[in-house]
C-alpha cells in the first residue's frame, strides 16, 4: 500500500511540476506561503523530542512533525483564491479522511496489541486531522447543499 501511496504522489508532483497543461494552472502570485515556517519548527521539534539522535530517527520524527502541517499551504491556497474546483476538493478530502482512518486503526491497534504506544504519531495525526476539520465542515455543507465549495476568508 506504500508504494501505492508513494507511486501516486510522485505522479501528482511529477504532473503539476511538469504536464505542459497541467502546470500552467499553478499562480505563483498567490502561493505566497512560506514554506520555511513549517520546515524550521518541525525540525527544531524533532532534534529535541527524537528518541534517538541517529540521522535516520532524526529525520523520521522530523517527517512526523511535518506531515501533521503539510496541508497548511494547500489550505491557505485554497481559502485566498476561492477557487476550489471538484477534482481538487475531493483531494484535499480523501487526504484528511486518509488521516482520520489511520486515527481508527490506532484505536484498534491499541486494543489488540500489547505495548503499542506510539505517543509522537498519534498526536501528529491528530494535530492534522482537527487541521482538516474546518475544510471537511464546508466541504459536506457545500456538498449537502449541492453548492461550489468555497472556503471562508
Known sequence: MKLVYLGTSSAIVYYMRYHRIIKLTYDKEQDTFKSLFLLAPSAVLALLTTQRYTIVEILWTFSIYLEAV??????????????????????????????????????????????????????????????YCDFFYYYILSWRNNEKLALPA
Open 70 to 131: 503539510a496541508i497548511l499551504p494547500q489550505l491557505v491556497l485554497l481559502q485566498r483564491t476561492q477557487n476550489i474546483d471538484n477534482l481538487t476538493g475531493n483531494y484535499v478530502f480523501l487526504l484528511g479522511s486518509y488521516r482520520a482512518l489511520y486515527i481508527l486503526n490506532w484505536i484498534y491497534r491499541y486494543f489488540t496489541e500489547q505495548h503499542y504506544r506510539q505517543w509522537l504519531v498519534w498526536f501528529c495525526g491528530v494535530v492534522q486531522t482537527v487541521i
